[in-house]
């Protein structure tokens, strides 16, 4: 089936379906403009929240299904493709993690939505790249907390919150690969542009940056809030497309990722599981209703609560 034919199928079959495509901002570009919504992951999983659809398409990785079956748990929940994983999820198993939280009583246990919805089971707070200074924030000075499994950002919140919060050793292998190195020589070839990094990058990494922001926060700098014409930017590059879309005038240029001696370069840096989400895999899960998203009902009830939170202090 050519493209404009899966389009316009994918188009009567949201509609027969009473069903809502939702999008994260580092899937490809066509998948981003056939969504209902296109967002980080603190404003999909509100839209989630607020939709009235029979049916939730989730396209992104396997957690922000999840996450939406947590918050909608009567509603039927599909993905494109069940083998769209993270790599920060995957450093963060459930059961290590419970054991963690296990030795370390007493302490409030703040995740990062880019987690299981096991590993939810054992949190107080889920938090977002957009959102978790404000969560840290809102605690008391003294409380103790435990931050996972971003160590990156766990690290970048403990210096501009001053707190000493105990962290997860987890980290984003997309973000992970990002150096300094590369950003440098960018800027030689663009003195001029403004650096924008997600906090997931290493700190050598942030220390170059103009801007440090979720997906979102960079968006709105870049495409509103500054003045500069050319950015270098250090997120997954899928946010390149909708930074073009709102700021066609000013110019995008992706950081490539860092690579071992001997292998071949690339000009950009993508998670290969945002990118298993196409245009076929996404016709094919409306019109068969799968693979369908379940959750455990006892984890649901238990990881709803820090979801509820997250939502609630981000209002």
Known sequence: MDKSKLIKEIERLRKEKNAVILAHYYTLGEIQDIADFVGDSLALAQKAAQTEADIIVMCGVHFMGETCKILCPEKKVLVPDLEAGCSLADSCPAEAFGEFVKAHPGYTVLSYVNTTAA??????????????RKVVDSLPEDEKIIFGPDRNLGAYLNEVTGRNMLLWDGACDVHERFSPEAILALKKEHPNAKVLVHPECKRTVALLADKI??????????????????????????ILHEMQRQAPQKTFIPVPPEVSEGQIGCHC????????????KLYGCLKDEKPEIQVDPAIIDRARLPIDRMLELSK
Not at 215 to 235: D, G, M, Q, R, W
Not at 269 to 280: F, H, I, P, S, V
């Open 119 to 132: 590993v939810k089971y054992y949190t107080d707070i889920v938090v977002t790249s957009g959102n978790a």
């Open 269 to 280: 840096n993508e998670c290969a599981y945002m990118r298993l989400n196409t245009l076929e």
């Open 213 to 238: 922001g979720s997906t979102a926060a960079l968006l709105k700098y870049a495409a509103t809030e500054s003045n500069a014409t050319e950015f270098i930017v250090a997120t997954e590059s899928g």
